[in-house]
């Protein structure tokens, strides 16, 4: 069965500090996996995702992560943090169609605030 | 444009009324599903449909009725729930493809539903 780990609940940074959010996931194949960020109250907003190709992908909002293969793992990361990123961050591993719908297994979620 | 609309934006309701919740896509998408989040907590998946026939549906109680009248619209019927059903209800659309194949989920805002 498919898993995604993120071992941070919860991280503080300073506006304008890099970024860097974990993701590790379990899949008997290659992944499809998803970045997703949800802001409080709202729904979930797609960041990025990875489904073959160039290892390193980029997103809105100036996110980016790295697919390793080797680590099983699918970081998110940023150069400069703004304060407007303060939010949740689901990282999300997608199954293969067994019909003709697919499903997300998501982790369990990391809070990001930001300090001025 | 990856918007998937979602009404109403709050609901309260007693243990003994009756309610829907809507989800709106006009993308094309026919796959269209139902996610509970708790607070805290990644979405969980409650129903999928593709092709406007109920494709997965992850064991939720009978009080919680799905139906996907046409290929935009989707509703969730609820009746007679508990107020541990009190959660954010999400709904999400993607494309359908070929078995072996995932899709990126586009989410709606949600609807915060309070049962007293």
């Known amino acids: 069965a498919q898993s995604v780990t993120q071992p941070d609940i919860h991280i503080t940074v300073s506006e304008g500090a890099s970024l860097e959010l974990r993701c590790n996931y379990s899949?008997?194949?290659?992944?499809?996996l998803f970045w997703y960020v949800q802001s409080p109250g709202q729904g979930l907003q797609l960041l990025l995702k990875?489904?073959?190709?160039?290892?390193l992908v980029q997103g809105i909002k100036g996110f980016e992560a790295e697919f390793k293969r080797s680590q099983s793992s699918f970081n998110l990361r940023k150069p400069s943090v703004h304060w407007s990123d303060a939010a949740e961050y689901f990282c999300a591993v997608g199954s293969r169609n067994t019909g003709t719908a697919s499903k997300l297994t998501f982790g369990t979620g990391t809070r990001l605030q930001v300090t001025l | 444009d990856t918007e998937v609309t979602q009404t109403p934006k709050h609901l309260v309701m007693g243990m003994t009324n009756k309610k829907s919740l809507k989800c709106e896509q006009h993308m094309g998408h026919r796959a269209m599903y139902w996610y509970k989040q708790k607070a805290k907590k990644p979405p969980e998946l409650m129903f999928v449909y593709s092709y406007e026939k109920l494709s997965i549906n992850e064991s939720v109680p009978s009080r919680f009725s799905p139906e996907c009248p046409n290929s935009s619209l989707l509703n969730l019927h609820l009746h007679a729930l508990q107020p541990e059903d009190s959660a954010l209800y999400l709904c999400a659309s993607s494309q359908t493809r070929l078995q072996g194949i995932t899709d990126t989920q586009y989410f709606g805002p949600g609807t915060r539903l309070t049962v007293l």
């Open positions: 990875y489904f073959s190709g160039d290892t």
């Open positions: 899949y008997g194949a290659t992944p499809y």
